[in-house]
């Protein structure tokens, strides 16, 4: 059993009022994205800005929910997208703030409309650089290069670890002696990095050495250093001073300008996800609720990362609870959640909650075994509920062929 991850079960926001009460009279399963949590999120972000002079920009690859955008916008300094669709999503829906893209590899046949877009383009390796790098510098856009410093801080993560060993993901210093030219080099405004996966401020300490080690040479000649996403910034007990250290220290010794581009942190704890249990089996003493929403379509990262969700009113197990396995309707066998106990037997039809569902899960939803994605609503500061988008059948049809636009 994945103990449930710490320093996610937060289900404060809902201000002691029970799911039932607040959510029973919506279609499930749903997603709620909470507004006034999404504002909390990024008014600690924005005192980081204020304190340090960096800039923190919004990953869209965890939460691209744009009717959210002009609210984290009052706060952030803008976008940061992973190609051609995000950039336009973030250009459109958050009009007059930096758009910044990172991509592995760039295809030809998108660059230019990017360039409409973006005002900040890295590339992941030389060769990238050299094949896009003085179009996008005759476009007037800032350039940077990721860099790999090969420094892990996470263990048993390889999936979310871009230092692992043999990764794609930036350039480490043998590629940089091996590749960069003296004009490659000049086409550079910044470097990036992203190596960081839900951690605290010592991992970056840790990192910023090993940067400093590799490519503090480098530095010096640049104009910003972008420190990737994966700052766990917004949980509660980071350690917020010695993360502004980190930027101070980053500013000073090399004078750049410093980004931030956390996706987690803007939306942490800022969602949830309704359902209702639609039956109770049993087998081999393993009681297993099926709800109607799915680990594998609408919340992939429980069983990619894997973690198990907070569930509002499940606790640890101990004497007198009632443990119950949730999973999915679909065909797989691993479409499991996860278990919790519970001070009650639950019961066909009863309403589930689960907490911190609003990053990594619109964005990555699929349709498997023809599954309805959730509808999206908004809380909105005022606690009044707003429907967002909704789905049918002809959103799961219509990306399978023809003859349904
Ligand atoms: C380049 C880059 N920037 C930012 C992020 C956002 O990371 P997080 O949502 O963990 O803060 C990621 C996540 O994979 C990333 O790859």
Redesign the pocket.
């Known amino acids: 059993m994945v103990p449930v991850q710490e320093g996610r079960p937060q289900f404060w926001g809902l201000g002691g009022h029970g799911p039932e009460e607040l959510f029973g009279g919506m279609p499930t399963p749903a997603y709620i994205i909470d507004e006034n949590r999404i504002a909390d999120n990024c008014r600690l972000l924005a005192s980081v800005m204020e304190e340090t002079g960096c800039r923190i920009l919004l ?1 869209q ?2 939460f691209s929910n744009f009717d959210l955008y002009p609210a984290i916008g009052q706060y952030l300094s803008g976008t ?1 997208a ?1 190609g051609l669709f995000e950039a336009r999503l973030g250009a459109e829906e958050m009009p007059g703030k930096e758009v910044h893209v ?1 991509c592995a590899a760039y295809r030809e046949e998108d660059f230019e409309e990017l360039l409409e877009y973006a005002d900040h383009i ?1 590339f992941n390796s030389p060769a990238q650089l050299r094949r896009f790098g003085a179009m996008a510098r005759s476009a007037g856009k800032s350039i940077g290069l ?1 860099v790999n410093p090969e420094c892990s801080t996470q263990e048993g993560h390889a999936i ?1 670890d ?1 230092c692992a060993p043999g990764s794609r ?1 930036g350039t480490t210093r043998k590629q940089w002696d091996e590749s960069m030219t003296p004009e490659l080099v000049s086409l550079l405004d910044g470097l ?1 990095f ?1 190596t ?3 951690q605290d401020s010592d991992a970056l300490e840790t990192t910023l050495h090993a940067v400093g080690k590799a490519f503090g040479d480098v530095l010096p000649g640049m104009k910003w250093l972008n420190m ?5 910034i917004t949980r509660p007990g980071y350690d917020i001073p010695r993360l502004e250290r980190c930027i101070r220290s980053a500013r000073e010794a090399w004078g750049v300008e410093v980004y931030l ?6 939306a942490l704890n800022a969602g949830y996800l309704v359902c209702r249990v639609l039956d109770i089996v049993e087998n081999s003493g393993v009681r297993t609720a099926i709800v109607d929403a799915s680990a594998a379509c609408h919340m992939p990262d429980v069983i990619e990362m894997p973690y198990t969700p907070p569930l509002y009113g499940a606790e640890g197990s101990g004497e007198g609870r009632h443990v119950y396995r949730l999973a999915g309707p679909t065909c797989l066998a691993g479409d499991v959640i996860g278990e919790y106990s519970f001070g009650h037997d639950l019961r066909e039809g009863e309403l589930l909650l689960f907490g911190d569902m609003a ?2 899960s619109m964005c990555k939803n699929n349709t498997f075994n023809g599954m309805p994605l959730p509808d999206i609503w908004k809380r909105g500061a005022d606690g009044s509920l707003a429907r967002l988008a909704g789905f049918g059948y002809a959103d799961f049809k219509m990306r399978l062929g023809n003859r349904c636009r």
């Open positions: 990953a690859k965890a940061e992973s990172f890295v990721r979310y871009p993901l990036h992203h960081l996966c839900e990737g996403g994966g700052h766990h581009e956390p996706g987690e942190a803007v990053i990594y």
